[in-house]
């Protein structure tokens, strides 16, 4: 545990950031994540790495159903006792080992160093502004959007290693493999591929726009809410009760009305998706 101790300690999350966070995404996202990128890559590599082993996967099988196929029935394990071999160091030592080290990047390393370094940087820069500013907002929706930007920046990182750079290895291994069975069939893997990318990017700045607002509408929610407890005993001394319930009714009506907003879209990209 002392040696994943000091892996964890690869990232220094109390680092601070250089000026002001920048108002563009991949500026943005640069600002947050400088001093993790090491980290990042050799956690990219190790998705890839196992996204490959995953599709080798179907390959070490065919080979050892073509094995089974072609031999004596008495024959198998003396002929093909290397094949065997291999194949079960494959599937219990270097498979195994390599999600391992996947899973120990992203989910030990990465992910919590991650939310702790957008955070604090998140939160340094909130500090830093006028009186004003914390006067002219409610308390809970200031502190909710800061844990929002943190999460949200850290899951784009996260995802991006675990889902997008696994895919990227695991079709380019399905593209190996179908090539060599025929080479015209990686054109048909390659078009499914490019389809795919228009798809998603076609998508995506929909998905973006309405989750902003479902995020924005849960912020204002929670800092309701919150700033109502905070200050309950001015609330239960001079506010009107029902007042305080229709601002909560008001704050949750648009949040229920953007969470069907965004749920629309997802659900759309979710069905074409699969067809």
């Known amino acids: 545990m002392m040696m994943f101790r000091r892996l964890a300690n690869l990232i220094d999350y109390a ?6 966070p920048p108002t563009i995404l991949w500026p943005f996202m640069a600002w947050c994540t400088k001093g993790t990128w090491p980290v990042i890559l050799l956690a990219a590599l190790a998705s890839g790495i196992a996204g490959f082993f995953e599709m ?7 080979w050892v159903v073509d094995a ?16 065997l071999i291999g194949g079960i160091l494959f ?14 990047a992203q989910t030990y390393i990465l992910q919590p160093n991650m939310l702790n370094l957008i955070m604090l940087r998140i939160h340094r820069w909130t500090m830093g502004q006028s009186v004003e500013f914390f006067e002219n907002d409610f308390a809970g929706r200031i502190a909710q959007k800061e844990m929002q930007t943190a999460t949200s920046a850290t899951n784009v990182m996260i995802e991006f290693v675990h889902t997008i750079v696994f895919s990227i290895a695991s079709v380019l291994g399905a593209m190996v493999i179908v090539a060599g069975l025929d080479p015209l069939l990686s054109l048909f893997v390659l078009a499914w591929l490019v389809a795919y ?5 076609n998508f995506m700045p929909k998905m973006r726009k309405r989750s902003a607002a479902h995020a924005d509408a849960r912020a204002v929610v929670v800092g309701q809410v919150v700033d ?5 005993k001015t609330v239960k001394l001079f506010a009107n009760v029902r007042h305080e ?14 969470s069907l ?9 979710r069905f074409l998706l699969l067809v």
Not at 91 to 104: E, K, N, Q
Not at 228 to 232: G, R
């Open 197 to 201: 990318i228009y798809f998603i990017k």
């Open 245 to 258: 319930d229709n601002a909560i009714l008001a704050a949750m009506k648009g949040y229920f009305k953007r």
């Open 68 to 83: 089974a196929t072609d031999s004596t029935g008495s024959g198998f394990f003396i002929e093909n006792l290397p094949l």
């Open 228 to 232: 109502v407890v905070t200050n309950v």
């Open 91 to 104: 599937f219990m030592i270097a498979r195994p080992v390599s999600f391992g080290i996947s899973s120990l």
């Open 261 to 269: 907003d965004r749920a629309e879209v997802m659900v759309l990209f």
């Open 15 to 20: 680092e601070r950031a250089d000026g002001p």
């Open 56 to 62: 080798a996967s179907s390959i070490v099988l065919g």
